[in-house]
């Protein structure tokens, strides 16, 4: 199994690209500065250590207090912290840097949570950005899209523990804990709000960490949040960060302008909020999931055949 605070882990992506600052959206000045403050922070929490320069620190535990807390070096990343902290003025940067840590330091002294009691009426099914675990972890776990896994976790206290080894862990095989951690998703409530333009809606699916992960259950999703049963033409859907989920039913040729949309709202929350997943718009029709948009070497995106071939089928009904 793997634990993370749901603020404290290094974003995917946020260390590549040529010109890409490890802590963006913060330029280099405001990083160095976020950098500091997190060490002093830290250290006001009994933590010790550096910074790695690729946006995370790396602690301990002061000696003194290792009798009673971990004393192995542990990785602590600053990329959630630095778009948290983005959007805020900057004189309130010390104290969002202490509770983040202060959060961190209880949790690490509580130890990893229990093993849940009632694996059944516990587990959730949890999207997770393959690059950002170990390699080692994503043998068993499924591709839900490209660089997407789906994996059993449980939520104890806002520290998420995700069992990439279930039978290990839970006494249970990797079908068995899926089972379980699809249907209680499919239990949770959203929130929705939508974003409209000219006459078209996109729907904004939040309310929780597992927001984006309710695409795993998008039948349910579509059914009891938006009242959509079986779209005839599929459904437009994005997962830029961990509690959101962005869906647009096609009904006619307005699912043009709902593209443009969902590929500003994804990239915006892609690159700015906490817990980054995918950049990628889908289309998801009987056939499943595939993409909206191609790579092409344009500076914005080109549609995909499968989603060219949907436009044309409509162009010809209306």
Same mark, same amino acid.
């Given at each position: 199994?793997?634990?993370?605070?749901?603020?404290?882990?290094?974003?995917?992506?946020?260390?590549?690209?040529?010109? #890409? %600052?490890?802590?963006?959206?913060?330029? $280099?000045?405001?990083? @160095?500065?976020?950098?500091?403050?997190?060490?002093?922070? @830290?250290?006001?929490?009994?933590?010790?250590?550096?910074?790695?320069?690729?946006?995370?620190?790396?602690? =301990?535990?002061?000696?003194?207090?290792?009798? &009673?807390?971990?004393?192995?070096?542990?990785?602590?990343?600053?990329?959630?912290?630095?778009?948290?902290?983005?959007?805020?003025?900057?004189?309130?940067?010390?104290?969002?840097?202490?509770?983040?840590?202060?959060?961190? &330091?209880?949790?690490?002294?509580?130890?990893?949570?229990?093993?849940?009691?009632? $694996?059944?009426?516990?587990?959730?099914?949890?999207?997770?950005?393959?690059?950002?675990?170990?390699?080692?972890?994503?043998?068993?776990?499924?591709?839900?899209?490209?660089?997407?896994?789906?994996?059993?976790?449980?939520?104890?206290? !806002?520290?998420?523990?995700?069992?990439?080894?279930?039978?290990? +862990?839970?006494?249970?095989?990797?079908?068995? @804990?899926?089972? %379980?951690?699809? #249907?209680?998703?499919?239990?949770?409530?959203?929130?929705?709000?939508?974003?409209?333009?000219?006459?078209?809606?996109?729907?904004?699916?939040? !309310?929780?960490? /597992? @927001?984006?992960?309710?695409?795993?259950?998008?039948? *349910?999703?579509?059914?009891?949040?938006? %009242?959509?049963? +079986?779209? =005839? /033409?599929?459904?437009?859907?994005?997962? $830029?960060?961990?509690?959101?989920?962005?869906?647009?039913?096609? *009904?006619?040729?307005? &699912?043009?302008?709902?593209?443009?949309?969902?590929? +500003?709202? *994804?990239?915006?929350?892609?690159?700015?909020?906490?817990?980054?997943?995918?950049?990628?718009?889908?289309?998801?029709?009987?056939?499943?999931?595939?993409?909206?948009?191609?790579?092409?070497?344009?500076?914005?995106?080109?549609?995909?055949?499968?989603?060219?071939?949907?436009?044309?089928?409509?162009?010809?009904? /209306?």
């Amino acid at each position: 199994m793997i634990l993370h605070n749901d603020s404290t882990e290094r974003a995917p992506g946020n260390d590549s690209g040529p010109g #890409r %600052h490890p802590l963006a959206p913060l330029s $280099p000045a405001e990083g @160095a500065h976020l950098v500091r403050l997190s060490l002093e922070a @830290a250290a006001d929490c009994g933590l010790q250590g550096d910074y790695d320069g690729r946006g995370a620190l790396i602690l =301990q535990f002061r000696p003194a207090e290792r009798a &009673a807390a971990p004393a192995e070096k542990f990785e602590a990343g600053l990329t959630n912290l630095a778009r948290v902290v983005a959007g805020e003025r900057p004189d309130h940067w010390p104290r969002l840097a202490s509770e983040h840590f202060d959060q961190l &330091a209880r949790s690490l002294r509580r130890g990893a949570p229990p093993l849940p009691a009632d $694996p059944q009426r516990e587990l959730l099914q949890r999207l997770v950005p393959k690059e950002a675990l170990e390699p080692r972890l994503t043998g068993a776990a499924p591709e839900f899209v490209p660089g997407l896994l789906s994996v059993p976790s449980a939520n104890t206290d !806002g520290t998420i523990t995700m069992y990439f080894d279930p039978m290990s +862990n839970l006494g249970l095989t990797w079908a068995e @804990a899926e089972s %379980h951690g699809l #249907r209680n998703l499919r239990s949770m409530t959203d929130s929705v709000a939508y974003a409209e333009y000219d006459g078209t809606q996109v729907a904004l699916i939040s !309310g929780s960490s /597992y @927001a984006a992960s309710r695409a795993l259950v998008l039948d *349910t999703v579509l059914r009891e949040s938006l %009242h959509v049963e +079986n779209p =005839q /033409y599929g459904v437009l859907a994005a997962m $830029p960060v961990r509690h959101l989920l962005l869906l647009h039913v096609i *009904t006619d040729l307005s &699912a043009i302008p709902a593209l443009g949309m969902m590929l +500003n709202l *994804t990239g915006r929350s892609y690159d700015t909020e906490p817990g980054p997943l995918s950049p990628w718009i889908y289309l998801v029709t009987r056939e499943g999931w595939q993409p909206a948009t191609r790579t092409t070497g344009d500076p914005g995106p080109a549609l995909s055949p499968q989603f060219v071939a949907l436009l044309q089928g409509l162009d010809g009904e /209306y």
